[in-house]
């Protein structure tokens, strides 16, 4: 679920400022570099921003799990929320300018810190390069005789399907409802959060078995 939203807000993002993107930093870093490249220093310092953003919310989002121990799931995630929140109350221009762009990028680096005291806490789910690098390298594992690299392959890719199924929401939302189409993944995120509080072992397993 955190990928799909992940998926959906970087597509929404995309559509709404003019094509930044703002979970995908490779591409915005690759951005920067062919402008810098082509003298456009002021240009090459916006798709910058994007990237210095994202880095402080993943900043964000650790310190909010380390304060928060045991509740480092639902705590970051209703930061995430939060900041999604004002995004979408405040939707501004569509440019990097704005504060929704700026409240956008912050919650995507700080979604990066939900998983961060669980034992899958080396899945990005904002980003699905590095996923798409594992799931390879885990085929050939699995060609060379693991039988277990092809059940993670199969999950990995499964990420990867969530991913890019919130970029299609994300994209059809935002055709038929504009930058509203935000109020999606905060729905999404306020579930999980109450999941995490009726039914709490899942995560706190997972955090005892990352911690042992």
Request: proline share 2%.
């Amino acid at each position: 679920m955190l990928a799909a939203t992940a998926g959906l807000v970087d597509a929404v993002g995309f559509l709404r400022f003019s094509e930044v993107f703002v979970s995908f930093m490779s591409g915005n870093t690759t951005e920067t570099a062919v402008t810098a490249a082509g003298g456009g220093w002021r240009d090459a310092t916006l798709s910058l921003w994007p990237i210095v953003l994202y880095v402080t919310g993943c900043c964000l989002g650790a310190l909010v799990a380390f304060h928060a121990g045991r509740r480092a799931f639902r705590v970051v995630l209703l930061v995430e929320a939060a900041l999604l929140v004002g995004a979408a109350l405040r939707p501004g221009g569509g440019d990097e300018r704005s504060l929704a762009f700026v409240l956008v990028v912050l919650a995507m680096g700080v979604q990066n810190a939900a998983l961060s005291r669980t034992d899958v806490a080396g899945v990005g789910v904002t980003y699905v390069t590095g996923t798409l690098a594992k799931v390879g390298r885990l085929l050939a594992a699995r060609l060379t005789g693991s039988r277990d690299a092809g059940r993670e392959a199969l999950r990995l890719a499964a990420l990867w399907l969530c991913f890019a199924g919130g970029g299609l929401v994300g994209g059809l939302g935002y055709g038929a409802l504009g930058f509203a189409t935000l109020w999606a993944p905060v729905l999404v995120l306020s579930a999980l959060v109450m999941w995490s509080v009726v039914a709490p072992d899942f995560i706190e397993d997972a955090q005892d078995g990352a911690s042992s």
